[in-house]
C-alpha cells in the first residue's frame, strides 16, 4: 500500500468532486482535517503557507494553485503592501520579452557585472551552513547566472570552480579571509551588520565548531567563535574609505567590486551616503525581518527599522543627493518570495538578497534550532557528518534552481499586469508622497 | 546663589526657541592636525600637512585656527591683539553686514579696528574650489563700559571678576547674533566664527588646503594652529557652517569620530541652559569644555577627566586621593561625558594667565587614531595629528625653511585613553619668555601634570666612563677602504663604541663619508647602505647628540645614494624608477637585482599608488625592492598575493594596512609604522624598527613578526591560526584579544611581550611595567603570550579568561629562537633580557606566560 500523501489533497473544497474519498470509503474510514504538522508550522512572517508554497515551488518550478505564496500573516512589512495591477495575467507570448536582469555596477569604474535575476545569495558561513548546502547555493547561482555570498567563514577549497558566482564576504572576525579568497572574487562584500541582530557580531557557538569549522577559521576546536561587533579598524567614514582602498588594493582583479553590507538605523541613509563617498558599488540595506535560528531573540526583529520602511528611506535620499544612478542598491531581510522581491523593487531598491528562502527550498522548517547541539535535523545549518548527507548538493541546487524558475516567471508576471517590460523601471515606482499614503499614488497599496 | 548658577541664570533667555536635539549633520571621521610652537609659524606649514591628510576629507569642510598673532599682520598694536576680542563674523550673505553690525556690534561693542580678511578676488582661482568661501569681518572689540555695567546689574554679576563679565556677555552677544542671523532663519546669512582674544577660526567648503590659499594664509604667522579635513556625509553642502573647528570663547576644537549619545549631552547643556546651534558633535564638545574650563573653573586635569572618565582597572590604580575627586567628577558629569569614538584637538588661549595650550584628548576606549610629536631643538615644536604622516609632513615643511626645525621629531607617541599612566591626554603649553615678544616656552605635559621632555640629561649621557679609543672619521675611512670591516655589522658594532662622544660634525662627516664610500662600487654600494641602515634602526649610546638630527642626516644620505643609482634597465645590481619614469618599469635582468623606487610622488591609494606599482614590479621578477621617500602611502605590500617571495625595504613614513593580507613575502620597515599593520597576515615576515599603531594584526593568520617599538591599541585582536610576534615594548591595551591561534607547543601562535625600552644612553631598560593595560587576553580561546616580568608587576586582574603559568622547559624551547631571531634584527641580547639587576637568570624565571582558560561562555562547559 502506498503511504499516504497528504500534499495532494485539496481539503474540504473537494467535496463536489465525483472522487471524493471521505464519501466513497465504504467503511467511513476517512476523514479530512488540518494536518497537524500544518498547525505547528511557521511563523506569522513564514507562514505554514509560505513554507507549503517555497516547498512547491522548489519540487515543481511552479506557482502553487491552492497555496498562499504571495503573502504572509504578519500585518505588516510587507504582507500590508499589495500591487494595483494594471492588466491581467496572461500566458500569452507578449511577456517574453520581458527582462529581469540587474546591473551590479553603476559606477564609471569597476566591471559591468549583470545578474540575470534580481536578486543574489546572502552570506551564510561554512559552520552555520554545510559545505553541501553551499555548494547547492553556488551552483544554482551559476545556473541563474547570479552570486552568492560565502559568509564570514572562509572560502571552502570546493567552492573555487563557481568563483564567478561566489562573494567573498569580509566580516568583523575575517576568520578565513586571504589576500587568494579577496582574489577569487569578482565582488568582495563587506559586512558591517546584520540587520537581525544589529551591534552584534557574527556568532557560531561552540557546538557547531567541529574540528572541520576550526580548521577553515584556523580557530580552537569546540571553542565559541563571537566576531567583534564593529570591524575595529572601522570606526568612522573615513576609515570605511580607507578599508574598501584597501580591498581594491589587495585584490589582482582592478575592476573588482566592492558591495557594503549594514543594517538600517535611523540615520541608515546617511550611511548610504557615506558608502557612496568611499567608491562602494553596492550598497545593501539589511532590515529587521531576516535572520535564521541562530540570531539571538532579543536582537531578532527588535533592534533595526523595518526593511520596507528603510528602503524608501535610502532611495529618496540618493535621490535627492543626485547620486542614485551611481550605486546599486540591495535588499535583504525577510525577502521571502517574488512578490517580496517586486515590492522591495518598487519601493526603491534595485534588488533584493536572498538567504532564508535557499534554505527553506532544501527544507528547512524554520524551526529555530539552528545553533545549538549538532545544529539542524534536516543538515542544513550544520557541519556534522552524518547530518550533512540528508542535503546531496546537485539535489539541493536542483530545488533551488525550481524555486527561482518560479519565482521568475511570477515576476515576469507581476511585471506584464503592472505594464512594464524590463525589472528597472519598476524601482520606486510604488512609492507614495508618504509611507502611510503608499495607497496614494505608487503602484502599492495597503491591504 | 553662587556664580555659577548666575551665569546660568543670565543665559535662561538665550534659548526660548525649541532648538532641536537631533544632530543635522553625520559626519564620521576625520583628518585632524595641531601644532604648537614657542616661535610663530606659518599657515603654509599646516597646509602641507593638510594635504597630507586629503583622503581624511571629502572636500565638504575644512577649517583652522590660529592662536598667538602677530600684532603686525593683523593691523593692530600688540596690546590691542592681546587685550581686545578678535571677533571675527562670516557674512554668507554679505549684504547683511550693516544689519548685523547695526544690531549686534555698533550699540554694545567699542570696535578698535575692523577690517575684511584678505582673500583672493576669486574663489575660482583656487583649484577645485566649488562654493565661494564667505567674507570675514574681523572686528576688535571691547565690550562698552555702559552695557557691561548694565549687564553686570540686570544679572547681579557684580562679585565677579570684570573681565569674566565681559567674557560672557562676549559669548552670548555672539550667540544672539547667530541665533538671529543663522539658527532661526531659513536662510543663513551670517555667523561667528570667532571670539576669543588674540585667535581666530576661518572655515570654508572645501579643503583645507584651499581655505589656506583663499584666505592668503600662507604667510600669516601663529605660535599655535589647528587643522580639520571635514567628512560629512550629507552631500551638497553649500555654507561652511558645520565645518571646524568650533569655538567656546578662548578655545577652538576640532574633533574626530562620532557621538553614540549627542542627544543625552545636549539635554545635560540644556539643563546648563546651553543650546547648541549648529547641531554637531563637536560643536557640543566645546560648548562643554567652555562651561568646564570658563564656568565651572575646573583645572584642565578635571575637565579631561570629566570627558574621558577613568574606569575599570584604571580607576582602581590610582591614588586614593584622586580615586576620590574622580569619583565625583564622574557622578556629577557622567551623562555629559561624550560616549563613542572621538579625539579632540583644542586650541585655547588664556589671556588672564598669559599662557597659550594645544591639548589632545582621546576618549577612553582609544578608538581614533592619534600620534604626538615632540621636537624640542633650538626651537620647540609639539605637534598632534591622526597620522604620523601628517606630523612629518608639518615639520619637514617647517625644515625645508627654517634650519632650527628638523624634519624628524624627537619623539612619537600615542596616549591611553582613560588610563592611570598618561590620561589619555597631553597638553603643550606656551608661556611667555619676554613680554611683547613671539619666542615662548613650550612645555608638554600629560593629564596628570608630568612633564614629557626629549632633553637629556648631560651628566646621564656622559656617566660611562669606559672610553678606550676613538677613531676619527678619517681613520674609520681608511679601515673602510682597507676592508678592515668585513661585514657592516661589524663596522657599526665597532663605531658604537665611540659615537656617542662624536661632535655633530663627526656624525655628518662620518655619514658623509659612507655615502662617498658608496659611489665606489656595487659591493661598496650595498655595504654602505646596510652601515646607514644599522646607524638608523638600532638604538645605542649616542651622546649629547640628537638623535632626530642623526636621522635626519641619514636619511638625506640614503636617499642621495638611491638618486643617484643608475635608471631601470642599466646593467646595474640597483637600478632606480620614480613617478616620471614609471612607464619605464621592466623585468630585472636576473632576479638577484635590486629596484629602488622614489615613492614620493605616487598616490596613496588607488590605480597610481605606490602599492600597486610594487605588486607591479613583483609580477614583473623583481625579489628585491627598496622603496623610499615615502610620506604616507597606503597599503604597501598589499597584492602581492599567496606565497609571495619578495623583499621590500621601506624607508620614511610608511602608511596605513602595511603588509595587510601579507601571505610570504618580507617586508622591513625602517622607522615607525603606523595603523592596521598586518592585519589578516597570513605567511611571511614583517620587521619594524619603530613603533606599530592601532589594530596591528587584527584577524591575522601567521606570519613572524617582530616590532622593535610598542604597538597601540587592540594588537592581534581576533588573531587565528600561527602568528608569531615578537614586541619588544609594550601595548596601549586589548592585547589578543579574542586570540584563538591554537596551542603554541602545537603549531600554534603566540605573542612575546619583551615590556622594554631604551634609556638616553642607548641601553635597555624596562619599562614601568611590560603591560599597563586592563585587558589582557581577553575572551581568549588559544595561543598565549610569553611576558618577560622578572618583578611579577602584571597580575590576575588584567586578563579575562587567562591565567598565568610558569613556562615549562617546552615553552623555553619554543621561544628562544624567537628571541635569538630578535637579538639578530635589533641587537636585544638575549643575555640581556635574561639578566636581572646584574644577574643572569633563566627564561622561565624571566618570562610568564598567559595562557586561556576555558569559559563557560564560550565552550561547551556546562551545557
Known amino acids: 500500500m502506498d503511504r499516504a500523501n497528504s500534499s495532494n489533497c485539496i481539503g474540504p473544497k473537494c467535496k463536489e468532486n465525483s472522487f471524493y474519498c471521505v464519501s466513497l470509503c465504504p467503511y467511513n474510514a476517512i476523514h479530512i482535517e488540518p494536518n497537524s504538522d500544518y498547525m505547528v508550522l511557521g511563523d506569522p512572517i513564514w507562514t505554514p503557507d509560505l513554507l507549503l508554497a517555497t516547498w512547491y515551488q522548489a519540487e515543481t518550478g511552479e506557482s502553487p494553485l491552492s497555496i498562499e505564496y504571495q503573502i504572509g500573516d504578519s500585518g505588516g512589512g510587507f504582507d500590508k503592501l499589495k500591487f494595483k495591477f494594471r492588466k491581467e495575467s496572461s500566458d500569452g507570448k507578449e511577456k517574453e520579452n520581458i527582462r529581469t536582469s540587474i546591473e551590479l555596477n553603476k559606477r564609471s569604474y569597476g566591471a559591468r557585472i549583470e545578474i540575470s535575476v534580481p536578486w543574489y545569495g546572502a552570506g551564510m558561513s561554512f559552520g552555520s551552513i554545510s559545505l553541501n548546502m553551499m555548494l547547492a547555493r553556488a551552483k544554482a547561482s551559476q545556473a541563474w547566472n547570479t552570486f552568492v555570498s560565502t559568509g564570514e567563514g572562509g572560502y571552502p577549497e570546493e567552492l573555487v570552480p563557481y568563483k564567478d558566482h561566489i562573494i567573498t564576504q569580509l566580516a568583523t572576525g575575517q576568520f578565513g579571509v586571504t589576500e587568494q579568497t579577496i582574489g577569487y572574487a569578482r565582488i568582495v562584500e563587506i559586512k558591517y551588520a546584520q540587520g537581525a541582530k544589529p551591534g552584534l557580531g557574527g556568532h557560531l557557538l561552540a557546538d557547531k565548531v567541529t574540528p572541520d569549522v576550526a580548521i577553515i577559521r584556523e580557530s580552537v576546536p569546540w571553542n565559541s567563535l563571537f566576531s567583534p561587533f564593529p570591524f575595529h579598524s572601522v570606526y568612522s567614514v573615513e576609515d570605511h574609505k580607507k578599508h574598501v582602498d584597501w580591498i581594491r588594493a589587495m585584490s589582482p582583479n582592478p575592476d573588482v567590486l566592492i558591495s557594503a553590507k549594514v543594517s538600517s538605523p535611523t540615520d541608515v541613509e546617511m550611511v548610504a551616503v557615506g558608502c557612496y563617498h568611499a567608491g562602494v558599488n553596492i550598497f545593501n540595506v539589511d532590515g529587521s525581518y531576516g535572520g535564521t535560528g541562530a540570531a539571538p531573540d532579543i536582537a531578532k526583529k527588535n533592534i533595526a527599522m523595518p526593511i520596507e520602511y528603510a528602503i524608501q528611506k535610502v532611495h529618496r535620499f540618493l535621490v535627492d543627493e543626485g547620486i542614485r544612478d551611481e550605486i546599486t542598491f540591495m535588499a535583504s531581510g525577510g525577502i521571502r518570495n517574488a512578490y517580496d522581491i517586486a515590492k522591495a523593487i518598487a519601493l526603491g531598491a534595485d534588488g533584493v538578497i536572498i538567504g532564508t528562502a535557499d534554505l527553506v527550498a532544501c527544507g528547512c522548517t524554520r524551526c529555530g534550532n539552528c545553533e545549538a547541539g549538532r545544529g539542524c535535523p534536516h543538515g542544513i545549518a550544520t557541519t556534522d557528518h552524518e547530518l550533512v548527507e540528508l542535503i546531496q548538493p546537485d539535489w539541493g541546487a536542483q530545488r533551488i534552481s525550481n524555486l527561482y524558475y518560479s519565482w521568475h516567471n511570477q515576476l515576469v508576471d507581476i511585471l506584464w499586469r503592472l505594464g512594464f517590460d524590463d525589472i528597472r523601471d519598476l524601482r520606486g515606482a510604488g512609492l507614495s508622497q508618504k509611507y502611510e499614503e503608499y495607497g496614494g499614488k505608487g503602484l502599492l497599496q495597503s491591504g | ?863
Not at chain 2, 576629507?57 to 598667538?68: C, D, L, R, Y
Request: proline share 4%.
Open chain 2, 1 to 863: 546663589m553662587d556664580c555659577v548658577e548666575k551665569i546660568t541664570r543670565s543665559r535662561e533667555k538665550l534659548g526660548h526657541r525649541q532648538i532641536p536635539t537631533y544632530k543635522s549633520e553625520a559626519e564620521g571621521g576625520c583628518g585632524v592636525v595641531g601644532l604648537a610652537c614657542s616661535t610663530s609659524v606659518a599657515g603654509r606649514h599646516i597646509l602641507q600637512s593638510c594635504l597630507q591628510m586629503h583622503n581624511r576629507g571629502n572636500g565638504k569642510g575644512g577649517g583652522i585656527a590660529a592662536v598667538g598673532l602677530l600684532p603686525e599682520q593683523m593691523g593692530v598694536p600688540r596690546a590691542i591683539l592681546e587685550e581686545d576680542y578678535l571677533l571675527q563674523v562670516a557674512y554668507l550673505d554679505s549684504s547683511s553686514r550693516k544689519l548685523v553690525e547695526d544690531s549686534f556690534i555698533s550699540p554694545y561693542l567699542q570696535v578698535d579696528y575692523a577690517e575684511k580678511i584678505p582673500s583672493l578676488d576669486e574663489y575660482r582661482k583656487v583649484p577645485g574650489l566649488e562654493v565661494r568661501p564667505p567674507d570675514v569681518i574681523r572686528y576688535f572689540v571691547r565690550v562698552d563700559e555702559d552695557v557691561l555695567d548694565r549687564f553686570s546689574k540686570e544679572y547681579s554679576l557684580e562679585e565677579l571678576g570684570r573681565h569674566q563679565v565681559e567674557d560672557e556677555f562676549i559669548y552670548q552677544n555672539s550667540f544672539k547674533l547667530n541665533q538671529k542671523f543663522y539658527a532661526s532663519l531659513g536662510e543663513k546669512r551670517a555667523f561667528v566664527l570667532s571670539h576669543g582674544k588674540n585667535m581666530m577660526v576661518l572655515k570654508i567648503v572645501g579643503y583645507t588646503e584651499q581655505l589656506i590659499q583663499y584666505y592668503c594664509l600662507g604667510d600669516v604667522e601663529a605660535n599655535i594652529w589647528i587643522g580639520h579635513q571635514r567628512y560629512p556625509t550629507k552631500g551638497r553642502v553649500w555654507h561652511p557652517g558645520g565645518a571646524h573647528p568650533f569655538v567656546g570663547l578662548h578655545e577652538a576644537l576640532v574633533h574626530n569620530g562620532d557621538f553614540a549619545n549627542y542627544v543625552r549631552v545636549t539635554k545635560y547643556l540644556r539643563q546648563r541652559n546651553i543650546h547648541p546651534q549648529f547641531l554637531t558633535d563637536t560643536e557640543v564638545s566645546v560648548l562643554l569644555f567652555d562651561l568646564l574650563s570658563r564656568i565651572y573653573k575646573y583645572p584642565l586635569e578635571y575637565i579631561i577627566e570629566a570627558l574621558a572618565p577613568t574606569t575599570e582597572r584604571d580607576f582602581y590604580m590610582l591614588p586614593e586621593k584622586k580615586k576620590r575627586i574622580y569619583k565625583a567628577i564622574q557622578l556629577s558629569h557622567m551623562t555629559g561625558s561624550p560616549d563613542g569614538p572621538w579625539f579632540f584637538i583644542i586650541a585655547g588661549n588664556d589671556p588672564y594667565k598669559r599662557q597659550q595650550q594645544l591639548i589632545g584628548i582621546t576618549d577612553t576606549s582609544m578608538l581614533r587614531p592619534q600620534v604626538f610629536a615632540l621636537q624640542e631643538g633650538d626651537v620647540k615644536i609639539g605637534v598632534i595629528a591622526s597620522e604620523k604622516q601628517a606630523i612629518d609632513a608639518v615639520l619637514k615643511s617647517l625644515s625645508d625653511e627654517d634650519d632650527r626645525f628638523l624634519p624628524i621629531a624627537d619623539k612619537y607617541w600615542n596616549a591611553r585613553g582613560g588610563s592611570h599612566t598618561d590620561g589619555g591626554a597631553f597638553i603643550f603649553t606656551l608661556t611667555d619668555i619676554k613680554e611683547d615678544e613671539t619666542e615662548k616656552e613650550l612645555r608638554c605635559t600629560d593629564k596628570f601634570g608630568k612633564v614629557v621632555t626629549t632633553i637629556k640629561n648631560p651628566r646621564q649621557v656622559y656617566s660611562k666612563s669606559s672610553l678606550t679609543f676613538e677613531y676619527p672619521v678619517d681613520i674609520v675611512e681608511k679601515k673602510l677602504s682597507t676592508n678592515s670591516f668585513k661585514t657592516p655589522l661589524e663596522m657599526f658594532n665597532r663605531l658604537i663604541d665611540f659615537l656617542y662622544i662624536y661632535q655633530n660634525n663627526d656624525f655628518l662627516d662620518l655619514v658623509d663619508m659612507l655615502r662617498r664610500y658608496s659611489t665606489r662600487g656595487n659591493q661598496e654600494k650595498s655595504f654602505a647602505i646596510e652601515v646607514l641602515t644599522l646607524l638608523m634602526d638600532r638604538r645605542y649610546n649616542i651622546g649629547d647628540k640628537r638623535r632626530s638630527m642623526m636621522l635626519t642626516k641619514i636619511q638625506q644620505e640614503l636617499d642621495e645614494i638611491f638618486s643617484s643609482t643608475p635608471r631601470i634597465g642599466s646593467d646595474s645590481n640597483y637600478q632606480f624608477i620614480d613617478w616620471q619614469s614609471r612607464n619605464l618599469l621592466q623585468s630585472p635582468q636576473d632576479p638577484d637585482r635590486t629596484l629602488i623606487i622614489n615613492v614620493e610622488d605616487f598616490y596613496p591609494e588607488g590605480p597610481d599608488s605606490a602599492s600597486r606599482f610594487i605588486v607591479a614590479a613583483y609580477n614583473l621578477g623583481w625579489k628585491k625592492v627598496i622603496a623610499y621617500g615615502l610620506r604616507g602611502q597606503r597599503f604597501l605590500g598589499c597584492g602581492l598575493g599567496p606565497k609571495s617571495d619578495i623583499r621590500v625595504d621601506l624607508y620614511g613614513s610608511s602608511g596605513d594596512y602595511l603588509g595587510s593580507g601579507l601571505d610570504g613575502a618580507e617586508i622591513y620597515v625602517h622607522g615607525n609604522s603606523q595603523d592596521q599593520v598586518g592585519q589578516i597576515f597570513r605567511r611571511g615576515r614583517l620587521v619594524v624598527y619603530g613603533d606599530v599603531g592601532q589594530t596591528f594584526m587584527y584577524g591575522a593568520k601567521g606570519g613572524e613578526v617582530y616590532v622593535l617599538g610598542n604597538a597601540a591599541g587592540r594588537p592581534l585582536i581576533n588573531a587565528v591560526g600561527k602568528p608569531r610576534v615578537v614586541i619588544n615594548g609594550t601595548c596601549l591595551d586589548y592585547l589578543a584579544e579574542s586570540f584563538m591561534a591554537g596551542d603554541p607547543l602545537g603549531g600554534g601562535g603566540f605573542v612575546i611581550l619583551n615590556g622594554i625600552r631604551y634609556n638616553d644612553r642607548g641601553e635597555i631598560v624596562e619599562q614601568e611595567t611590560p603591560y599597563p593595560g586592563g585587558n589582557l587576553f581577553s575572551l581568549a580561546s588559544g595561543g598565549a603570550i610569553y611576558f618577560r616580568d622578572p618583578y611579577k608587576l602584571v597580575t590576575e586582574d588584567q586578563l579575562n579568561s587567562g591565567k598565568i603559568v610558569q613556562l615549562s622547559f617546552e615553552d623555553c624551547e619554543l621561544i628562544l629562537p624567537y628571541l635569538r631571531e630578535n637579538e639578530r634584527l635589533y641587537g636585544i641580547s638575549v643575555d640581556r633580557l635574561l639578566t636581572v639587576d646584574g644577574k643572569k637568570k633563566t627564561i622561565d624565571e624571566v618570562y610568564r606566560k598567559v595562557i586561556p582558560i576555558p569559559l563557560k561562555a564560550l565552550s561547551m562547559i556546562g551545557q
